[in-house]
């Protein structure tokens, strides 16, 4: 079945860098689009960054561009989120997810997300 | 694009019908509306996509309907396993967003 776990998590000052990994198995990790989410402690879900299934095709939601890198090893069935310059406000659970269906071309994405991981915490505090 | 969804906590008996609504703050093209159902310390799982279509595996007492600005989520029968919170998220623009979220309680 597929699994999907995060890693690479931990407390950070402000001003930091993290490199946030998510494992793949069960499934054609090179076929399909991949997704970051994050959720604050005890708050909503906030969509972070999405990348094709070859690498070629990145997204960013406008609070992390510039600041925030996604990337991925498809010979090591692996996502990264590389997290610089960071603030209390992205202090937050970092989910990953696998888009629904795999994709091609120009429709390289559903931005349906299943399924997600657990995710990895990330505090930003000094 | 902003999504509300309303109430923020909602009561059920056991066996009655939770309504859920979320609402765009404008048209959602297509349908592109998904609902997720996230249990306590659990990740969220996918419920419903294309606004009425049941994700792989979820039970039928979920359904799904709306279309432009408005979409609802419907619990024919409330189960105790239901307890949840719930979001709605529109993809057919990005930024990807979700709404506030509905918290499923048991009355």
């Known amino acids: 079945q597929v699994q999907l776990v995060e890693f690479g998590g931990g407390v950070v000052q402000p001003g930091g860098s993290l490199r946030l990994s998510c494992a793949a198995s069960g499934f054609s990790f090179s076929t399909y689009a991949m997704h970051w989410v994050r959720q604050a402690p005890g708050k909503g879900l906030e969509w972070v960054a999405v990348i094709s299934y070859d690498g070629s095709d990145k997204v960013y939601t406008d609070s992390v561009k510039g600041r925030y890198t996604i990337s991925r090893d498809n010979s090591k069935n692996t996502l990264y989120l590389q997290l610089n310059s960071l603030r209390a406000e992205d202090s937050a659970v970092y989910h990953c997810a696998k888009d629904q269906f795999s994709g091609s071309g120009i429709h390289w994405a559903t931005n349906r997300l299943d399924p997600w991981g657990q995710g990895t915490l990330v505090a930003v505090s000094s | 694009i902003v999504m509300t969804q309303s109430p923020a906590t909602l009561a059920v008996s056991p066996g009655e019908r939770a309504t859920l609504s979320c609402r765009a703050s404008?048209?959602?093209?297509?349908?592109?509306l998904a609902w997720y159902q996230q249990k306590p310390g659990q990740a969220p799982r996918l419920l419903i996509y294309?606004?009425?279509t049941r994700a792989t595996g979820i039970p039928a007492r979920f359904s799904g309907s709306g279309s432009g600005t408005e979409f609802t989520l419907t619990i024919s029968s409330l189960q105790s396993e239901d307890v949840a919170v719930y979001y709605c998220?529109?993809?057919?623009?990005?930024?990807?967003?979700f709404g506030g979220g509905t918290k499923v309680e048991i009355k």
């Open positions: 998220q529109q993809y057919s623009r990005w930024p990807l967003t």
């Open positions: 294309d606004a009425s």
């Open positions: 404008q048209s959602v093209s297509n349908s592109f």
